[in-house]
């Protein structure tokens, strides 16, 4: 935790944003935006898939009044196998953790590859409140269920949600993700999910999806509220089925999405390679026009 105060986000990963900016600016001098709310999950910290840069540079522009972070944070079962933990993934526990402390409401709902945090469900660190699961009150009065979504799986499948392409076809998509981002990146072009363009390729997988939301979906009229909130399946979603809204705030592996809710209670998901890439277009014409 940066003990000086005064000093903005200096975090040494990531050289160049050693900015003057305050602390209601961004890295890149624009205002932070403020949200009301915001849902991130399957970041994945601790494994080689995670886009640490993407999720760091996601935070240092947006603020909110609550965070919820949807399960899949740390992935202790890829961490057993092989101890992997780069300096950036540091960065995004400190700049959590900072949040929490000047007051941003951090609830931490744990899912199945973090599921060694559900221990300590209704306990609370640093100002990080971890739950099994959370009702969300909309600005706008509707009641939004917040859950990981892996206990669906038994439901669905009695296999993890991955069984449509095995998990080791799976694992091999997301490491030569991270092969053709990593080239991508050299050539100066923007972040492209090669695993997310797959996924939805493959009949079975679009089919498995579709099932996932619905089930999710049919539990929260169950249950009597007005939508529902999760992550687990690495697709962001916004979808009616009947009565119930559907929301799922992606992954931070393939989509790089978070969910939003603004101040008047509208939904909202944002792509952030899709912002970044515009961004730095926006940057590189002013450059060329000066
Ligand atoms: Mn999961």
């Known amino acids: ?65 609550t965070l919820y972070l949807v399960g899949d944070i740390i992935d202790g079962w890829r961490m057993k196998k092989r101890f992997y933990w780069p300096e950036p993934h540091n960065a995004i526990l400190r700049r959590v953790m900072k949040r929490a402390k000047r ?17 300590f469900t209704g306990m609370s660190f640093g100002g990080v409140e971890i739950r099994r699961r959370a009702i969300h009150v909309a600005a706008d009065g509707r009641r939004l269920l917040v859950l990981h979504g892996d206990e669906f799986d038994a439901v669905m499948l009695a296999h993890r949600w991955l069984a449509f392409l095995g998990d080791t076809a799976y694992t091999l998509l997301l490491k030569l993700n991270v092969i053709v981002n990593g080239v991508r990146r050299k050539l100066g072009l923007p972040y492209w999910s090669l695993s997310k363009h797959a996924k939805h390729k493959v009949k079975n997988a679009v089919e498995f999806i579709s099932r996932f939301e619905e089930t999710v979906a049919r539990e929260a009229a169950r249950l009597g509220v007005d939508g529902v909130v999760c992550g687990h399946i690495h697709t962001a979603e916004t979808r009616r089925f009947g009565d119930v809204l559907y929301y799922n705030d992606g992954d931070w592996v393939e989509g790089c999405t978070a969910l939003v809710e603004h101040r008047d209670g509208r939904m909202e998901i944002l792509h952030w390679a899709e912002e970044v890439a515009a961004r730095e277009h926006a940057s590189a014409a002013a450059r060329a026009a000066a």
């Open 1 to 65: 935790m940066d003990q000086n105060q005064s000093k903005p986000d200096s975090i040494g990963a990531f050289g160049m944003r050693q900015s003057k900016a305050g602390p209601g600016l961004s890295p890149s001098g624009s205002p932070r935006r403020r949200y009301r709310t915001i849902w991130i999950s399957d970041v994945h910290l601790g494994t080689r898939g995670c886009n640490a840069r993407l999720l760091i540079d996601f935070l240092d522009h947006v603020d909110s009044d």
């Open 103 to 119: 007051g941003t409401r951090v609830v931490y709902v744990p899912g199945n590859h973090d599921e060694m945090f559900r221990q």
